[in-house]
T-cell receptor, first 113, second 118 residues
C-alpha cells in the first residue's frame, strides 16, 4: 500500500526546544492524523485534521493540514522528556481508500534533559 | 473514550502452534477493525481489514489461511495465526474505527501483541 514520506527520520533535541516534523504524499487526502507511539505500545492519537488549511492544537502540539492536501505538519513546543517516542502521520480519503489510513515512515524523537 | 483492548500482550510459543489474538473496542462499536504488523523501528504494515459480519480483506502477500480473522460482533475481532513459525515473530497491533460505513474517523489502537515463536 501507499506509504507517506515523513521527515526527519529521527531527531535529537535538548529539552525546551521546539520540534517540527512533516509528512508528504503524492496523493490528495481529506483527513490527516498524527499519532505518538511509545516503545512496546500501540500508537495514541494526538491530533485529527479534516480540512485543508486547518490548524489544530492539543496542548503544546500544533498540527496543520496543508493547503495542497498532500502534506501535513506537526510542531511540538518546549519539548519535555516525555515527548520521547515515534511520531506517525496518517492520511486517508474515504471512500476511495475505504476506511484505510496510510501511515508515514515515522519520526523518532529523542529529548535530552 | 475510544478505548481498544488487545489481548494477550505477549505470547511465547513453540513453532507449529496456533495463536489467537483478540481486539476489543471497550466503549464504542466498531464496524471495521484493522490488523497491522510492525517490524522494529518501522512503520505499521497493514495486513488485513476486518469487517463485522463479512469476510476480512487481506493485503497483497498476506496468507489468509495463515492469519484467520473473525469479526463476529461490533466490539470484537480475533486473529488466529495458524501453525506459527519463527518468521511470524513480530509485534502485531489492532485498531478499531468509530462508527460504521465509510468514514474519516480516526483509528484507535490497542497496545499490541508481542509474538515470539521458538
Amino acid at each position: 500500500g501507499q506509504q507517506l514520506n515523513q521527515s526527519p527520520q529521527s531527531m535529537f533535541i535538548q529539552e525546551g526546544e521546539d520540534v517540527s516534523m512533516n509528512c508528504t504524499s503524492s496523493s490528495i487526502f481529506n483527513t490527516w492524523l498524527w499519532y505518538k507511539q511509545d516503545p512496546g505500545e500501540g500508537p495514541v492519537l494526538l491530533i485529527a485534521l479534516y480540512k485543508a488549511g486547518e490548524l489544530t492544537s492539543n496542548g503544546r502540539l500544533t498540527a496543520q493540514f496543508g493547503i495542497t492536501r498532500k502534506d501535513s505538519f506537526l510542531n511540538i513546543s518546549a519539548s519535555i522528556p516525555s515527548d520521547v517516542g515515534i511520531y506517525f502521520c496518517a492520511g486517508s480519503v474515504p471512500p476511495n481508500t475505504g476506511n484505510q489510513f496510510y501511515f508515514g515512515t515515522g519520526t523518532s524523537l529523542t529529548v535530552i534533559p | 473514550g475510544a478505548v481498544v483492548s488487545q489481548h494477550p500482550s505477549r505470547v511465547i510459543c513453540k513453532s507449529g502452534t496456533s495463536v489467537k489474538i483478540e481486539c476489543r473496542s471497550l466503549d464504542f462499536q466498531a464496524t471495521t477493525m484493522f490488523w497491522y504488523r510492525q517490524f522494529p523501528k518501522k512503520s505499521l504494515m497493514l495486513m488485513a481489514t476486518s469487517n463485522e459480519g463479512s469476510k476480512a480483506t487481506y493485503e497483497q502477500g498476506v496468507e489468509k489461511d495463515k492469519f484467520l480473522i473473525n469479526h463476529a460482533s461490533l466490539t470484537l475481532s480475533t486473529r488466529t495465526v495458524t501453525s506459527a513459525h519463527p518468521e511470524d515473530s513480530s509485534f502485531y497491533i489492532c485498531s478499531a474505527m468509530v462508527g460504521t460505513g465509510y468514514s474519516n474517523q480516526p483509528q484507535h489502537f490497542g497496545d499490541g501483541t508481542r509474538l515470539s515463536i521458538l
